[in-house]
């Protein structure tokens, strides 16, 4: 069976490519770049260059492959329009429907995010039964990832559909860097300035196993987070300072700091200025965003480690690479 796996320089998709490989899949990886490809040739893995947006590059990707799992998106928090996150993450998606249907594929594993699902507290976590809640109902990035989830459900009576909502994963192969920025943060510093909120961190490879548990398993038309552990920023931090062996002081900035700043951003923004500053972001590093994996684990199977074992492959990935 062949696996097109789009967005595969991305830090889930090259873990997933790893996982699909590791079960004796075919996979091909949709890349707009062979050069930024992480991961060494393989008897079983090729590479299609091309795009999500170009639907003829799409088209030929596609051919010939079984199944799709579809993780390219734009996470980028400075894009000014939402017109931007609009072309990629959901007309984009509207391309891969388009292309697997166009082709007989059997299935589409969606990517999306846990933030389109209701947050909640230590006590009671978030699901798959919640809507979305404010500050993220109003973030684009997860206003398009939500508008593409819909595109998925809509083509349900043709194509097979399961989608899986990762939290936020801590990894190797995080080439840009993307989510492990916050590893680098933290990692060797003797003061850390962090926000009061949390997040539910899990680790890139668990999330890249529950991926390939979905297509096997997933049933259709079902969601399912991929969660790991529910975490302030502050505990995160002492979880990184320990496992580096270092002591590092932690100061918690106020919210009403993080606000100032998020207005500002919004000024620099209506100027035309890119930056992930936003009064929107800004929010959102002040709740603590709280999310349950129990779904995942009784249906998929999947299993999820401590993050600790997230964050020892990041470190150790970085500074093979140079970029810690």
């Not at 292309?99 to 006590?123: E, M, P, Q």
Request: aromatic residues 8%; proline residues 5%.
């Amino acid at each position: 069976m062949k696996v097109l796996v789009t967005g595969a320089n991305g830090l889930l998709a090259t873990n997933t490519i790893i996982t699909l490989l590791a079960r004796g899949y075919q996979v091909k990886g949709l890349i707009r770049d062979t050069r930024k490809f992480l991961l060494p040739p393989h008897a079983r893995l090729e590479l299609a260059v091309g795009d999500i947006t170009d639907a003829r590059s799409l088209d030929r990707a596609v051919a010939g492959c079984d199944y799709i799992i579809h993780c390219a998106a734009t996470t980028d928090q400075r894009l000014l329009r939402y017109a931007d996150y609009h072309r990629i993450n959901v007309q984009g998606t509207q391309n891969v429907i388009q292309a697997a249907v166009k082709h007989g594929a059997r299935k589409i594993v969606y990517v999306g995010t846990a933030n389109t699902f209701g947050y909640g507290s230590l006590g009671a976590p978030g699901n798959e039964t919640l809507p979305p809640g404010a500050p993220f109902a109003d973030a684009w990035y997860a206003k398009s990832k939500l508008e593409g989830q819909r595109q998925l459900l809509a083509a349900a009576g043709k194509i097979a559909i399961t989608i899986v909502s990762p939290t936020f994963m801590i990894g190797p192969y995080d080439g840009k860097p993307s989510s492990g920025t916050i590893i680098r943060m933290g990692y060797g510093k003797k003061v850390v300035f962090h926000p009061p909120g949390g997040k539910n961190f899990v680790n890139a490879e668990d999330a890249a196993l529950g991926v390939v548990d979905a297509l096997e398993r997933g049933q259709h038309m079902e969601a399912y987070l991929l969660a790991g552990e529910n975490l302030t920023y502050r505990a995160f931090f002492q979880k990184l300072s320990a496992q580096t062996g270092q002591r590092t002081l932690l100061v918690r900035v106020p919210p009403p700091l993080l606000q100032a700043a998020g207005y500002f951003g919004d000024v620099l923004r209506w100027l035309g200025v890119r930056t992930a500053l936003s009064s929107i972001n800004m929010k959102i590093l002040c709740v603590n965003n709280y999310y349950t994996n129990k779904k995942a684990q009784a249906q998929l199977g999947t299993a999820f480690k401590p993050i600790e074992s997230g964050i020892d492959a990041a470190i150790a990935w970085f500074k093979d690479h140079r970029l810690l």
